[in-house]
């Protein structure tokens, strides 16, 4: 089975911190995604990855930035918290391919206070 | 730009009935559809796919779901549902090419006892 691992799963941090949500997979999967999960909006795509060292916006970007500097891990970077990215964050990963199917980890409950 | 709809926000069935959540979708090509369910504080696992062919798909856990290629629907459904069901449900969509799955918001379904 495909293991996606979140480093934390709730995390309280304070506004203007620089916050660091990881993000590793079992399975050698090329893609990786970054989403967050708001109540009545359902998941929005913050930044995704095709390959090591790539990185593509998606949806909501701004305030966020991410670092792939292996293919098995992909990082979520906060540069300066605020209280309006209080959210869950889920991260996602799948092999190349019109069929393929995301799969994901448990997710990160982050509170900024 | 492909979409998706789940027009019902909450779904209520009785245990034993047939249940099906809805969705639709828009692409401008052959469409790759996806359902995931997911859990209290779980991330979204993954249910079933349709691709081409059958439009009739079996999944995990019971479920299946029909692709209506003239209705641009395909709803998900399950015989006989269980308490065990209760969850949010996701439909999610992709076009061509080795994009990110565009997700709808999401159908609360409760099964009650």
């Known amino acids: 089975d495909v293991k996606v691992t979140q480093s934390s799963r709730y995390l309280v941090k304070r506004t203007g911190e620089k916050v660091f949500l990881e993000c590793v997979q079992d399975m050698d999967h090329e893609n990786m995604f970054w989403y967050r999960q708001d109540p009545g909006l359902g998941l929005r795509l913050i930044y995704f990855s095709y390959d090591v060292k790539m990185k593509e916006k998606g949806d909501i970007p701004e305030g966020y930035s991410v670092s792939r500097e292996k293919k098995e891990r992909f990082s979520l970077i906060l540069e300066s918290a605020s209280t309006n990215q209080t959210s869950m964050y889920l991260c996602?990963?799948?092999?190349?391919?019109?069929?393929?199917?995301?799969?994901f980890g448990d997710g990160t409950r982050l509170s900024i206070l | 730009a492909q979409s998706v709809a789940q027009p019902e926000d909450q779904v209520n069935v009785a245990e034993g009935n047939p249940l099906t959540v809805k969705c639709t979708y828009s692409?401008?090509?052959?469409?790759?559809l996806f359902w995931y369910v997911q859990y209290p504080n779980r991330g979204l696992q993954f249910l079933l796919k349709?691709?081409?062919?059958?439009?009739l798909v079996k999944g995990s856990y019971g479920f299946e779901a029909e692709f209506n290629k003239s209705q641009t629907s395909f709803h998900l459904k399950k015989p006989s549902a269980l308490v065990s069901d209760s969850a949010l449900y996701f439909c999610a969509v992709r076009d061509i090419g080795n994009t990110p799955l565009v997700f709808g918001k999401g159908t609360r379904l409760s099964v009650i006892a």
């Open positions: 692409v401008s090509g052959n469409p790759y």
């Open positions: 349709y691709i081409t062919g059958d439009n």
């Open positions: 996602a990963s799948s092999r190349q391919g019109t069929s393929q199917p995301q799969h």
